[in-house]
C-alpha cells in the first residue's frame, strides 16, 4: 500500500503531465485550424500535410496516454495504484516512478510480453 506522500507525488505528477498533455492537444487543435497557410508549391504542400500526419500520431499515443493517466488518477481514487492487476502484489517503487500509468508489476509484464513474442513466432 502507498504511503500518503506517495499517493499525492503520484497525484501530483499525474495531474501535471495530463494537464501538459491536454495542453499540447489544445495548441494543435488551434495550429491546425489556422488555414492561412497557402502554398502555391506542390512540394511545400506536401511537407506541410507530412509534418501535420506526424504530429497528428504524435497526438493520437498522447490520447491513449491521457486515458492511461486519467485510470492511473482512478485508481489513486479507489486505492488500488500500484497493485498488479495480475498477480495482485504491490508495483516497485523504481516500476512506478520509471511507468507511473503502469497497472503490471515488471514480472507479470515480462511474462506478458513474452507470451505475445511466442505467440508471434
Same mark, same amino acid.
Given at each position: 500500500?502507498?504511503? #500518503? *506522500? #506517495?499517493? *499525492?507525488?503520484?497525484?501530483?505528477? /499525474?495531474?501535471?503531465?495530463?494537464?501538459?498533455?491536454?495542453?499540447?492537444? =489544445? #495548441?494543435?487543435?488551434?495550429?491546425?485550424?489556422?488555414?492561412? &497557410?497557402?502554398?502555391?508549391?506542390?512540394?511545400?504542400?506536401?511537407?506541410?500535410?507530412?509534418? +501535420?500526419?506526424?504530429?497528428?500520431?504524435? +497526438?493520437? +499515443? &498522447?490520447? +491513449?496516454?491521457?486515458?492511461?493517466?486519467?485510470?492511473?488518477? &482512478?485508481?489513486?481514487?479507489?486505492?488500488?495504484?500500484?497493485?498488479? @492487476?495480475?498477480?495482485? @502484489?504491490?508495483?516497485?517503487?523504481?516500476?512506478?516512478?520509471?511507468?507511473?500509468?503502469?497497472?503490471?508489476?515488471? =514480472?507479470? *509484464? #515480462?511474462?506478458?510480453?513474452?507470451?505475445?513474442? /511466442? *505467440?508471434?513466432?
Amino acid at each position: 500500500m502507498l504511503s #500518503k *506522500k #506517495k499517493q *499525492k507525488y503520484f497525484e501530483e505528477l /499525474l495531474t501535471k503531465r495530463l494537464t501538459d498533455l491536454l495542453d499540447e492537444a =489544445n #495548441k494543435t487543435v488551434s495550429g491546425m485550424t489556422d488555414f492561412r &497557410e497557402n502554398f502555391p508549391d506542390p512540394t511545400d504542400r506536401a511537407t506541410l500535410e507530412a509534418d +501535420r500526419n506526424f504530429t497528428l500520431r504524435i +497526438r493520437d +499515443r &498522447e490520447r +491513449r496516454l491521457i486515458g492511461k493517466i486519467r485510470d492511473a488518477l &482512478e485508481r489513486l481514487d479507489n486505492g488500488t495504484f500500484g497493485i498488479c @492487476e495480475e498477480c495482485e @502484489e504491490e508495483i516497485s517503487d523504481e516500476r512506478l516512478m520509471a511507468r507511473p500509468v503502469t497497472t503490471s508489476c515488471i =514480472n507479470c *509484464k #515480462k511474462n506478458q510480453e513474452n507470451q505475445e513474442r /511466442l *505467440k508471434g513466432q
